[in-house]
């Protein structure tokens, strides 16, 4: 940006990452691990409070996401799913954080004819995908599962669709990068990027041997590569807690078509989620917090008798195809657009995206290269 | 508490006030203004956060409030309604703060036969207490307020049911009262009072001509005055906001059996209010804020698409009459238990108390003479 920028004080690093949520911090750990020189900037402080990881639920859902359409989002989700295990484990070994990882399986609900009918279609399309799920009667759901509303009229149970807890990862790989040796710097501002380094919103310049873009929905506001395909997807959610001495609300992760619950061990209940366009705005609404208890409280009931804990927003990145970002493009290398999957897509994508900055060959479906929208982003 | 209380720096006041809400502010400032030295101690901030009038709603609505078994308190809240105006030009002139009177009127709406039902009562109630309110066809009640929803049964208009920015109040008492000299405490918890002083938590004592008692729900819970009827009513609030450059939502206070919408001046929105007996319990729950919403919505659609900036909870400090306690029990001057009134009954209590301090006879009703509840508090 400016020809008297400041010299670069230090040996430039083998790679800088930018952004700090949970797909940039476990990218920068894996690096690192690599034997690389990693350097991360994030624009808030560490953990970042305005990641969207901060916010998000953390389903590791892959057989409940899946979709018709993203048969590829489905693969890579379920190679990723069954990453998570050790992945918790190495990360929970290297920071001394739990990070709550819980197999506690995922029951899909549907709450009139209308929407029993589309659990039946999502059933078939399951079976079609080589991913079958367990149709249940009412009555079988609320065996497995006795918070659900007598009125659920039917069910489908993914037992291994599990659940962690994204704030306690992002704490955890925060320290993990430290003691690894990761520089990370926080209150970095990244302004741009180029295959040689990045420039910083203070005019500073940051050399690197390779650039990854991890900064999730505000990886299109970074300068250096024009027409990137990300955008940002609004989503409201609910932090709710039991009273203290009360026994858990629920076993299970429950969704429901436009929302879900996802407990936690410490008690606490997350419920979302909204789907918005309503480009960086992270305001929580009336409506937004409306219609997720009215909704989740006709199927869990007892939703209505926990503490509101707190009401939140964050923008999910996505993609034109809902298929993330994964590999090189204009010799900067992306690692975005997880749009409602980057929890999940965390141990896979940073496992990839290390062997690439490795020079390995990081076997990466071509459904998620960049150049996929290479029409659209030159 | 202790014989080794330390002696206490400078003279001693004539009043002390206990309580560094919107009643003990305005008690300090008239007793203040009538030449008597004053010190309140708040056991928070000031303005203080903890205080019912930081979460009040603001409404000045005698009419709106008339309960037939309360005449009493009609016609206290009547005679303050009208010292508003004066009150609230005063202490904007004294403090340089605009207090957000707003001479907006009240509509009390029914959403169905059954509320339809009860507003007729009440207006027939209102008859015979001589205060009459004008019945209004649903189509005329939305042309004096559009955002109504189609769908309202009945109404009534009470036009000069007004109201007040609480916490804007407050923060012009505390300038008010600095600038009078009245000392001001903060961080100083009240242990227990007696006729000729009180003791700090932390064994500190403040002698003082006069005693003043005006901590709200957390009257009772001073030491002194064993058996005070004061327990605490939750009432859990929500303040929404219109967007940047939208049309404000409402010209008028809307209220409807189980809750209201306070409109403010900048745009922000009031609704409230839950009526929970739950002791000091501050949480804000799940099941409020759903049927907050859920009611509001349904009379004012519009409420949906406000954003949510923040929901709270505050505790009324009831009385077994509902009427507030105001004058001389056990040699301690109480002014407490203003219940859903103490905004509104803020300038009437300021007035009589000041002007009992000063040893002139405020002719308080017997109806709010804590003798009255002799038997029960002794």
């Keep these: 940006m400016s020809s008297a920028s400041p010299t670069p004080a230090g040996p430039t690093p083998d790679v800088v990452v930018v952004g700090g949520g949970i797909v940039g911090l476990a990218v920068a750990w894996r690096a690192r691990a690599r034997g690389l020189s990693v350097t991360l900037c994030e624009r808030g402080g560490l953990p970042s409070y305005v990641a969207a990881s901060h916010v998000a639920a953390g389903m590791l859902a892959p057989v409940a996401e899946a979709d018709a359409q993203e048969r590829a989002v489905l693969t890579l989700g379920l190679d990723s799913a069954v990453r998570w295990p050790a992945f918790a484990q190495e990360l929970q070994e290297a920071s001394g954080i739990d990070v709550g990882y819980r197999t506690c399986g995922t029951l899909v609900v549907a709450r009139d004819r209308d929407e029993a009918e589309h659990v039946d279609r999502e059933i078939r399309l399951r079976e079609a995908l080589g991913v079958p799920v367990a149709r249940l009667l009412p009555s079988a759901a609320r065996r497995l599962e006795p918070a659900l509303a007598p009125a659920i009229r039917s069910a489908f149970h993914a037992p291994a669709d599990h659940a ?82 009360e026994a858990p ?13 996802v407990p936690r061990a410490d008690g ?111």
């Design 164 to 245: 962690v807890d994204p704030r306690a990862v992002c704490e955890a790989l925060v320290v993990a990068c430290e003691r690894a040796g990761v520089v990370l710097r926080t209150g970095a501002s990244v302004a741009s990027v180029a295959p040689g380094g990045i420039t910083l919103a203070d005019g500073e310049r940051v050399p690197a041997g390779r650039v990854v873009l991890a900064a999730g929905a505000w990886s299109a506001r970074v300068e250096g590569l024009p027409g990137l395909c990300v955008r940002p997807v609004k989503g409201q959610l609910l932090r709710l807690k039991a009273r203290a001495g």
């Design 249 to 261: 609300l629920l076993d299970h992760v429950v969704r429901w078509d436009g929302g879900y619950l």
């Design 268 to 378: 606490c209940v997350v419920l979302g989620a909204t789907m918005e366009d309503r480009g960086y705005d992270t305001t929580v609404t009336a409506l937004g917090v409306y219609e997720l208890l009215r909704d989740a409280g006709e199927l869990v009931p007892g939703v209505l008798e926990l503490d509101l804990e707190a009401a939140m927003a964050g923008l999910r990145p996505a993609t034109p195809d809902n298929a993330p970002l994964l590999g090189a493009w204009q010799d900067v290398v992306l690692a975005c657009g997880h749009h409602r999957n980057g929890v999940l897509l965390t141990p896979v994508t940073a496992d990839r995206i290390g062997t690439l900055l490795a020079n390995e060959d990081p076997g990466i479906d071509p459904a998620f290269a960049p150049s996929r929208f290479a029409k659209v982003m030159a």
